[in-house]
Every structure is written in C-alpha cells, then in structure tokens.
C-alpha cells in the first residue's frame, strides 16, 4: 500500500496516543477542562509492546519471568533467567483494520550469561511504515520512498544481591519518515538520537519441593527513553516517550505440573503535558513570539526539566497526573512449562488517550529449548484501529543449564546461598 506526503504526520503521529476516542480539537489551544491535553512525543515505537507473551498478559511485562525479551521490558531480569542463552523474534502486522498492508512492527533480541552474576543482551526494534509517494504542487509524481525506524539496544545486568539486581540500556534511534524530501524548500531529513535505561527487579520464593505447592513474588521497575529530544529538520525537537514503568508479579504454584502468573504494571509518561494557553475569543494570545500560558508550564523545555518537571506540569494538579498513568494486567496459566494460557487488558484514561482493550493469547513450549507465543488484541470501542491487532514470537533457549553445572554456592533457582 501506498501513501502520499500528507500521511507523513500520520506516520509520524502513529499511537500518539494510537488514534484514541479523543478529538483534541482546542486541546491544545486553551481549554481550561483535563479534556485531550494528551502528553505529545516523537517516536511512539519506542514503547509499542514486542513480544506475543506480555501482549496477551494487557502488555505487561516489567515482573514477569525473564525470557530474551526482558531487554525491552526490564534488563535487570535477565539474571534470573533459568536458561543461560535464548534468542527471541516478533512480529506485528500493523493497522491492518483500516485496511494497511505494507505496515509491520518486528522485534529481535537474546541474551548471554557470563558468569553467574552477570549478563549481556542485545535487540533490534524496527518499525516498517510502509512506502510513501511523493508529488509536486501539480499532482505530478516526484517518487517514493519506504518510511522506517529503529532502535539498537546494548543491555548489561548484575546480580547485586541475593535476590535483586539491577540493570541498564544503551540504545542508538532512528527515524527517518521521508529521506530528505523537499517541503517548500526546506529538507525533510531522518531523526536520531541516543537514549539508556535504568531498571531494577526483586524476586523471592517459597516452594515446598514434595508437592510442588508454593508461590513465588516479584517487583521490577525501569525508567526506559531517557535521551535527548529529536527533529525533523522542520519542526521544534520533540521529546522523545521517557517511560516509567513499575510492575509486580505473583506466581502460584498449585502442585508440581500447574501454576499461574498475575501480573501487573503501571505507566507514566515522562513527558511534558500541553498547558491551558490563554485565549480571547478563543483566539491564543501571544506575547514576545510565544504563546502565553494561562494554567500548566512551557512543554519546550530542557530535557532533564521536561523528564522530572513531568509528575507536577499537568494543569490540572494531582488529579490530571492521575489521569496520565496507564495500567496493565494479566493472568496466565502454565501446565508442565508446555503450555500456557493468557488473558489481559489495558487501560488508559479516555481523556489521555483512551486506549482501552482485552488480550489473549497462547504459548507453547517444546523440548525445554523452542516456544511460540500468540497474542491476539480485543478493543473495548468499537471501530478502534488496534482490532485485528494480532503478534506472533519465536523463543529459542540455546541452552539449559543443568543444576549440576551450577556453582556449589547457588540454588536450582539461580539464587545465591
């Protein structure tokens, strides 16, 4: 499928917050009500969710179990992986509900232990647009060009203690939504930056190791995105989606052959919210150039100032930042490590965003070495752009460690004694 040079905001705009209910119509021209005052921000791939297996679980992730794919929900867990190498690959078709072809959305990542404290992984984030077609003023053809966007991440975890450990990022991005077209004489050109995260995981268990009963608790937290603002070449930098993300898990084990995981995360984006600006007739009053603000803060500032200024720049006070975190949710059932079962749901306020939706998904595993995941996304409002959303993985445990090849002074769940 293709597009033309309109649907460059489109593109650029996708999941911002994923074509909510909102119309933000006077949002940001002066309204003094929370209405559409929705946190704005370049490159929302950045926090699309990669993986089938937290996909199905309402996209969370941040506490849950470690497979590859905890490079982008929560380094920090990779430490307590029980396998010692794994490899994952994802992929999502992307809008295909309003009839978008030539739009996927993939993932790979993997990950090596180097020693028993101490971890290393790598991921690729690629998001294909699709091809866009160029015209000139008269409507003639003037070429085309397939939009596309990356991220690199380097990712290094440690074992602090027993039971926690902490890990970070360190992430290369690229945008780069029309090559250097022309607009009325100035270049569009492709965005980059740099970016890291921070994370943390706590876990702990309690098994009786003859009937298998027993439950096992977790907490994981990670401030993901935290780089510098980007442009196109046209327009002011923009913040790029500086996440905080919080997030427990609680498994159950009800004998040897069957448990089930709850999970839950919760999100923030660290993100300037607009303010109300003053208005006359509902026409924006300037001073100096600039706008003049009637109720928040100037969303153009420093990138350190737009990141921690985020918990208190809502207009609205502490019930509008309320309003701004988004909540994850899911459960999932296992049977012999084999076989699981998902269902999950998602939840942002509609006067941030709306985006609102159940998951389910699947997963098998077979040989102790290869599993696929299944997720499939559900959207409260009918006509939403997300229906027919559905991700596919592919996990790869290249290899098992045996508890006799652990250390003498670690258990079989990879904890220090």
Partial sequence: MTRTLSSICLLGCLTLPLFSNAQISGGLLGQDTVAYRIPQMALPFLNFTPDARSAGLGDAGAALSADANAVFWNPAKLVFAQ??????????????????????????????????????????????????????????????????EYAVTASYSRRLFQNFSMGVNLRYINSNLSGNYSVNGVSLKPASTAAFDISAFYQNEV????????????????????????????????????????????????????????????????????????????????????????????PNRPTLSSIFGSFSDAPGGFSEEVKEINIATGIEYWYNEQFAAR??????????????????????????????????????????????????????????????????DTDDRGNLE
């Fill in 83 to 148: 396998k010692d190498q794994g490899l994952a690959l994802s992929y999502t078709p992307w809008l295909r509900s309003i009839g978008v072809d030539d739009m996927y959305f993939t993932y790979l990542s993997g990950y090596k232990k180097v020693s028993r404290n101490d971890v290393i992984g790598l991921s690729l984030m690629y998001f294909d647009m699709g091809t866009i077609d160029f015209t000139t003023i008269l409507g003639q053809p003037a070429g085309s060009f397939n939009s596309k």
């Fill in 207 to 298: 098994r009786d190791d003859i009937t298998g009963k027993g439950f096992k608790w977790s907490f994981g937290g990670i401030i993901s995105n935290i780089g510098g603002k980007v442009t196109y070449g046209t327009t002011s930098p923009a913040p790029i989606p500086t996440n905080l993300k919080l997030g427990t898990a609680l498994t159950l084990y009800t004998d040897k052959f069957n448990k089930f995981n709850f999970v839950l995360d919760l999100n923030k984006l660290m993100v300037p919210t607009p303010p109300v600006y003053k208005t006359v007739n509902g026409v924006v009053q300037y001073q100096n150039g600039a706008p003049v603000i009637s109720q928040g803060k100037d």
């Fill in 343 to 408: 269902v999950g749901y998602y939840h942002e306020p509609r006067v941030k965003g709306g985006r609102q939706y159940f998951t389910t998904g699947l997963g098998i595993r077979l040989q102790q070495k290869y599993g696929i995941d299944f997720a499939y996304l559900i959207p409260v409002a009918q006509g939403s752009p997300l229906a027919q959303t559905f991700r596919i993985s592919l996990i790869i445990d290249i290899d098992k460690k045996a508890k006799s090849a652990e250390s003498d």
